[in-house]
């Protein structure tokens, strides 16, 4: 499948990022429709003019009217999906995602699907500390990295598909991963920082300090207000990677505890200008 | 003392922070002497016009003159320049300071000193990146905290002096804490935050990662470029407390790895929503 602009696009699941991506290919000139859970998500969504049409009713009439599927579900909602509908979806039809983890959920959905569909993962790096569609603007993809993680199962015509997806959404950067590169990098750069700005934010009842905090505190704990129930499923299915990162993690913290305890100064002087030095490679 | 237009001031140490000192008094008229070490920086502020005078020897002439002097040293630094010049100051002068941990600063000082002298600690929260007199400006006092630290050796004068000099130079909250509780406050607020962010930067070579970066990983090491000589000195001086808050933020890092492990979804979910809950009384 080659995407033109008679290519007709179904958005599963219209939250932030199924919205957003409805907002910006609707305004492109697709035809796009959605399926939802929620009445009043396709109501806004049509009354805002971000898709064509919309049901919240999986019918083989509906779905087999499309030729690229966008799944923007949580990832146990996204599997279960196909294994009840994939019968429903066109002969020939492209299927890619959102998903924020990728091995767990490239290749059950690749293992699972009918011989003449294509999945092809992908994650657009983009969101918010808010969700719904209330909050959908394809605004969140400028600047932000849009990763293709193909398989050996994969066709290159798809990759280059799901990759002009990502152009045209506005993405600024389109990479490809494997999707065992794809969660380390995101049990590190996403999970791991998630987890330190949880774990900091609970030390302690904090109100007492809000008049205290400085720019530093803010900063490590912008991302400790957090979606429990999308990011728990996350780090399980990335579980074995993000431990791996928490492990790196407390490791260099425990080093750096030794040498305060221990008062080895040179030590920690090396430490930071490490630090510094690495810092330095993010121009920002 | 009582701060008026003709109290003459000398700042020891021009940084940063004492540099931005300088530049503030001396714009709001006060005259403004400088001590430091390098004779470049003393032609640099008088270029700049941020003190009225300034000398790189500490002769008992100059010293004598001032009837307020801040210390903007590094702390071990300070406690060595009073013991060798503390007989040069002028008789019933103030005393004050800049740094960044108390107890350990605090005390001694007030131990040694002469009896007709009096040292309020003050701990202006404001800095920046860079260090150096030329990055000195009194517009990072602009939204910033100005904590004075009393102790029962401190007069009800000296207090309020100490804290008009923070109102006046710009600060945003003029805030009274005991050394020990300024030390636990920026043990976890500051000097925590600098320990994660440190030890997250130097996990790994991140150069391969700038590509992949969103706003989450650039804003936890944000502070991990850091000065290494100042941060060591600082960190051994709150040792104790540093150590303990990093011993906390240990408990609670552990607790999420531990739920990770067991897949423990419910605690999982509970700890982030407590974690949201508390970034809540962060309003931005």
């Not at 008679?6 to 919205?19: F, H, Q």
């Not at 500390?129 to 605004?139: D, F």
Request: charged share 30%; net charge negative.
């Amino acid at each position: 499948m080659t995407l033109s602009k008679d290519t007709k696009i179904l958005i599963v699941g219209l939250g932030l990022i199924g919205g957003s991506y409805a907002e910006a290919l609707t305004t492109l000139g697709y035809e796009v429709g959605a399926v939802t859970r929620r009445r009043e998500t396709i109501d806004y969504a049509l009354d805002r003019g971000l898709i064509a049409h919309g049901t919240t009713e999986v019918t083989p009439e509906y779905i087999g009217r499309f030729d690229l599927i966008v799944f923007a579900l949580y990832p146990h909602v996204f599997l279960e999906w196909l294994r009840s509908y994939q019968d429903y979806i066109k002969r020939g039809a492209l299927l890619t995602d959102v998903t924020g983890v990728k091995e767990s959920v490239v290749y059950p959905v690749q293992e699972m699907l009918r011989e003449d569909l294509e999945f092809i993962g992908a994650h657009p790096m983009a969101g918010r500390e808010t969700s719904g569609v209330e909050y959908a603007t394809r605004e969140i993809f400028k600047g932000a990295n849009y990763i293709v993680t193909p398989t050996s199962r994969n066709t290159k015509e798809a990759i280059e598909s799901c990759k002009e997806l990502g152009r045209i959404l506005g993405f600024k950067r389109i990479m490809e991963l494997s999707p065992k590169e794809h969660d380390e990098m995101i049990g590190f750069l996403s999970q791991l920082t998630h987890c330190i700005a949880v774990s900091l934010m609970v030390c302690k009842d904090s109100r007492e300090l809000v008049a205290y905090t400085g720019d530093s505190f803010r900063d490590l704990t912008r991302i400790a207000n957090i979606n429990d129930e999308m990011w728990s499923e996350l780090f399980l299915l990335n579980k074995k990677e993000l431990l791996s990162q928490m492990d790196l993690f407390s490791e260099k913290f425990g080093e750096l505890r030794r040498m305060i305890e221990e008062e080895d100064r040179s030590g920690m002087r090396e430490m930071m200008k490490l630090s510094t030095e690495r810092r330095g490679y993010f121009k920002e």
